[in-house]
């Protein structure tokens, strides 16, 4: 069965630094596909970034980057220069690539940026 | 723009009522799904649909059911609300999963339910 976990229940961050958010999975599937979703205070999940388990190349979206390690079983969300408006919660999930689109998610980080 | 909506963002109901939540979405997207999301489980599956009138259970689908007759709406029903169903369920919609590249859910705004 697929797992995800996600070790940092909160993180405090101060303005314009970088931030790593780690997430490491665990699944016996050679296909798959890794997700990071923001989930701010109105409570509506925001897709930010995806990593096929066959990409060569880390995934990047503006100031998001995965730092997407297979040996390790690991994909962490790097917000470069954080911004006041990153305070979240931020989920990592994975899913099977091939004809099942069900999400295993895993219990999120809550970031805090301090001014 | 995509958009996926929940028929209430609050809903305070009753031990033992039958609570319907509903969720549409306007993108002619072929998955639908319902989570719950609880402090420190994160979110957890309850029912998926990939087709009208087609169904699957979840992770929990114990104590819930669920309808999709058209599709672009798919609706939750808790038969016998409990207090341990008192949750944020969050409704979600994606495309077939060969149609594109990433295949991402669509979420909705969520409803927050207490049952007293």
């Known amino acids: 069965a697929q797992k995800i976990t996600q070790t940092q229940p909160g993180m405090f961050v101060q303005e314009k630094e970088a931030v790593t958010l780690d997430c490491t999975y665990d699944t016996s599937d050679q296909s798959y596909g890794l997700f990071w979703y923001k989930q701010p205070s109105s409570g509506e999940m925001i897709f930010l970034i995806y990593q096929g388990s066959y990409d060569e190349q880390n995934a990047t979206e503006g100031r998001y980057s995965l730092n997407f390690q297979k040996a390790r079983k690991s994909a962490n969300l790097v917000i470069s220069a954080s911004q006041l408006g990153d305070s979240a919660m931020y989920f990592c999930?994975?899913?099977?690539?091939?004809?099942?689109?069900?999400?295993?998610f895993g219990t999120g980080t809550r970031l805090t940026i301090i001014p | 723009d995509v958009k996926v909506t929940q028929s209430s963002r609050y809903l305070v109901k009753r031990t033992g009522e039958k609570v319907f939540l509903e969720c549409v979405q306007d993108?002619?997207?072929?998955?639908m799904f319902w989570y719950r999301q609880d402090p420190g489980l994160g979110l957890r599956l309850i029912y998926f649909s990939y087709d009208v009138k087609m169904k699957e259970k979840g992770d929990i689908p114990e104590g819930y059911s669920v309808s999709r007759e058209k599709k672009e709406r798919f609706s939750l029903i808790l038969e016998s609300a409990s207090t341990n169903q008192t949750s944020m369920y969050l409704c979600a919609s994606s495309l077939y999963w060969m149609t594109g590249r990433y295949n991402e859910q669509f979420f909705g705004p969520g409803t927050r339910l207490t049952v007293l």
């Open positions: 993108m002619d997207h072929e998955n």
């Open positions: 999930a994975m899913r099977e690539v091939f004809g099942n689109e069900k999400l295993t």
